[in-house]
């Protein structure tokens, strides 16, 4: 059996990627990633110049201050804030490169909260129908729908509401949930 024709050209290929890998693999950097420490550059020390050059001697320029880097490492404990470690989160905050910013004024405070109206008493269902003189109690005649209420002092109508006072011209009723009273005209005392 003859070997096809491209099998030798792989090994051409093969053969010096195994070779860089076995090197890189037996004398590569073998440090934990975790050791790593990046030495910032030292701010040089300049001599104060004096006020009067010396003569003869060669003028020295000021030189720019030496810049400072961007960029330095940060320990993890400091990036992920525990729970309740508010001043790391403040930290990671003040270096989160994605965070929304914009040049809006902030919006105004809500308006305060109006307080609640004062309860009102339903309009008074019942309509006056006539009244009448019994010895010396009033006795007043009302409808609601289709049904007719004989009202006396004291006397309460369908649970909800209270006779106070029968004084003509009004009639006074109470509303019993919450306690308001309600006058009805019931015309002249005649």
Do not use: C
């Not at 649970?159 to 003509?168: G, L, Q, T």
Request: hydrophobic fraction near 40%; glycine fraction near 6%; avoid cysteine.
């Amino acid at each position: 059996m003859s070997k096809p024709a491209g099998t030798h050209k792989r090994w051409f290929l093969w053969l010096p990627l195994l070779l860089v890998g076995g090197w890189l693999a037996l004398f590569g950097d073998k440090s934990p990633a975790g050791d790593a420490a990046v030495s910032l550059p030292a701010k040089p020390q300049t001599a104060p110049m004096s006020a009067q050059p010396i003569a003869g001697a060669p003028v020295e320029r000021p030189r720019a201050a030496p810049l400072e880097p961007t960029f330095a490492l940060v320990p993890r404990d400091q990036l992920f804030a525990k729970a309740g470690d508010t001043a790391s989160a403040e930290k990671k905050a003040a270096r989160d490169l994605f965070s929304t910013r914009s040049w809006n004024p902030p919006p105004p405070p809500p308006p305060p909260e109006q307080p609640a109206p004062p309860p009102v008493a339903p309009p008074l269902p019942y309509a006056f129908l006539g009244k009448k003189l019994e010895g010396d109690t009033w006795e007043v005649f009302l409808s609601k729908s289709e049904q007719t209420f004989v009202a006396r002092e004291g006397q309460v109508l369908e649970n909800a509401w209270r006779v106070d006072k029968i004084a003509p011209p009004t009639l006074t009723l109470t509303y019993l949930p919450l306690g308001l009273p309600q006058t009805l005209s019931i015309g002249d005392p005649r």
